[in-house]
């Protein structure tokens, strides 16, 4: 345990004292800074078996096999290594990601990275790079944090990885990719995310975990995706807190519009 941890523990009741724990989702009180109310944990949507063997999108079929490969992967094989999600894209998780966002409420960026890391596989370690999706300078500087490099610190330390969170620059800035078609998401992201030069020698020959928040189309994350395969890396595992997948979920299915509110 680092010093930061000890200090942090040591203060932990005083922090307590003035700021009594709450649920993020619903308010409600709590034991500890760093959770979810009981209640609100259940609403959250786990990803779980079957599952696509390439991409382990969600399936909703009994007859699914192991091995079996879903239709998107059919029809366009992946350039990554897998996925891993730590819930699907439902009401809760959207909450906790606009809070986390948009409310600014960065505190939540170790509890959502735990969950993301409990989803790598076990392989995932000490040799690894965690590398988040890039935000153009214009949003960074509007937002003023870039979130998936502060889910990408907090994993990094969990599995004693490397964070590298200037690997990937957005060169442009890009419009909203909700309601745009397979090739007019490409032609938006052409020559948008690139390798900084600094990390060409690095990635090369690497094992990469492409950090992001919500993954929606996968437009983004193949666009990083192919920049670092350009580069070298040996493999590339995406991590994300949340996965848009109507398919896998029933009853819950998202508003499509509101996957844009999270960008």
């Not at 998202?254 to 844009?260: E, I, S, T, V």
Request: with cysteine; proline share 7%.
């Amino acid at each position: 345990m680092g010093v930061s941890e000890h200090i942090a523990r040591a203060f932990a009741p005083v922090v307590d004292l003035v700021f009594p724990p709450r649920c993020p989702l619903c308010g409600a009180g709590l034991a500890a800074q760093d959770g979810l109310c009981a209640a609100c944990w259940s609403e959250l949507a786990i990803p779980g078996e079957p599952c696509c063997a390439l991409c382990q999108r969600p399936i909703a079929s009994d007859a699914a096999q192991d091995g079996t490969i879903c239709a998107p992967c059919l029809a366009t094989p992946p350039r990554h290594d897998g996925i891993a999600a730590a819930t699907l894209y439902n009401p809760a998780s959207r909450k906790l990601i606009l809070s986390f966002k948009h409310g600014r409420k960065i505190a939540l960026a170790p509890m959502m990275a735990r969950l993301i890391a409990a989803r790598l596989p076990q392989t995932v370690g000490p040799d690894w790079l965690f590398v988040p999706v890039p935000l153009h300078r214009w949003r960074l500087w509007r937002r003023g944090f870039n979130q998936s490099a502060l889910l990408a610190r907090e994993m990094a330390r969990l599995r004693r990885g490397h964070a590298c969170v200037d690997t990937l620059v957005r060169r442009k800035a890009t419009p909203s990719l909700g309601g745009l078609g397979r090739k007019a998401r490409r032609r938006a992201l052409s020559g948008a995310i690139a390798l900084a030069p600094q990390w060409q020698a690095r990635v090369r020959g690497a094992r990469v975990v492409l950090v992001d928040d919500v993954l929606t189309s996968g437009a983004t994350s193949d666009a990083c995706v192919a920049a670092l395969r350009r580069a070298g890396a040996e493999q590339v595992v995406i991590a994300c807190f949340a996965r848009v997948a109507d398919e896998a979920l029933t009853g819950q299915a998202g508003d499509p519009q509101a996957y844009n509110e999270t960008r």
